[in-house]
């Protein structure tokens, strides 16, 4: 998505870096109310602003320069922007394009991305069935059985959320259904390599794509 800001909507962009780094709730939800009314796309400002701001916290919480407490600090901050920005999303095609059984896998409980990829998928014309964060793995399959759901989608933010992604997909072949449903994931250590090895339709490294990869596997057409 390309977004060229002018000097007025970098400030805002850089103040929102900062905000979620410095982990003030206050100032990160003022300045995603500025970057509205400066005309910022809310997911520009979401994927140019708020998520560079927590990467860096997490690369900082990495080096042992950022605790745990800071971290949390941090994601309420995000999460308070996210909420401002959300409901600006622009609104894609509104027919019933298809059903997504979204969550966050066991032992997991990251789930700001996963809820922007909800958000997305939605105004772009997905009923999500959102099963949270820390969901077991036949939750997926039961719901989506459920549901008569199109797409299953997992998102995982930790290493050992992998295995869990995998074991999913084989239980899947175990109860004779892999077939029925396209399963996509998503999050910091998944990649194309790994959908590829696991035996996924598909994955995606933002929620912008993440739609575009829903559409694609759907066979609907931009
Ligand atoms: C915020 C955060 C937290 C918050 C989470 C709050 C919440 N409600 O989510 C808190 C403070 C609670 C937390 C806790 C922990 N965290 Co943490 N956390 C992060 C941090 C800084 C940011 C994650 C984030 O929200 N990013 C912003 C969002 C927008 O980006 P995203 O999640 O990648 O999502 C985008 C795409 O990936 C994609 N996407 C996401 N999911 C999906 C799914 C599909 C299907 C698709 C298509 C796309 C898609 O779309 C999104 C939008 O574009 C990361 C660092 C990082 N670089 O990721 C560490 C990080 C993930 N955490 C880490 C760790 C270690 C932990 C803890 C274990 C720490 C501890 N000692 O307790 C606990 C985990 C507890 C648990 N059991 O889960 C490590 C993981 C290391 C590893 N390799 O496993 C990281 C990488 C930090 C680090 N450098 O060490 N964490």
């Keep these: ?24 709730t206050d100032r990160c939800v003022d300045a995603a109310g500025q970057s509205l009314a400066a005309g910022i796309p809310p997911l520009a400002a979401i994927e140019s602003g ?12 990495g080096r042992m320069e950022m605790f745990l407490p800071e971290m949390v600090l941090s994601a309420e901050a995000m ?22 059984i979204l969550g966050t896998v066991k032992g997991d409980i990251h789930d700001i991305g996963k809820n922007i990829v909800k958000a997305l998928l939605t105004v772009n014309g997905y009923q999500v ?11 997926f399959i039961d719901r989506a059985e459920d549901e008569d759901a199109d797409i299953v989608a997992m998102s995982g933010l930790l290493t050992t959320s992998l295995p869990l992604m995998r074991d999913t ?20 250590p998944t990649s194309q390599e790994y959908a590829d090895g696991i035996g996924a339709d598909g994955y995606a490294n933002t929620a912008f794509d993440g739609v575009e990869l829903c559409d ?5 057409e931009a």
């Design 129 to 139: 069935i959102d099963l949270g964060r820390d969901v077991p793995l036949t939750d």
């Design 1 to 24: 998505m390309a977004f060229e800001p002018n000097d007025d909507q970098q400030a805002i962009l850089d103040e929102l870096f900062q905000a979620v780094i410095n982990g003030d």
């Design 79 to 100: 999460q308070g922007a996210v909420g401002v920005l959300e409901p600006h999303f622009a609104t894609g095609d509104s027919y019933d394009k298809g059903t997504v």
């Design 169 to 188: 997909i084989r239980l899947m072949q175990d109860d004779g259904v892999r077939d029925k449903y396209r399963v996509i994931i998503g999050g910091g």
């Design 50 to 61: 708020l998520t560079p701001g927590i990467r860096e916290v997490g690369d900082r919480f």
């Design 216 to 220: 694609q596997l759907l066979g609907i």
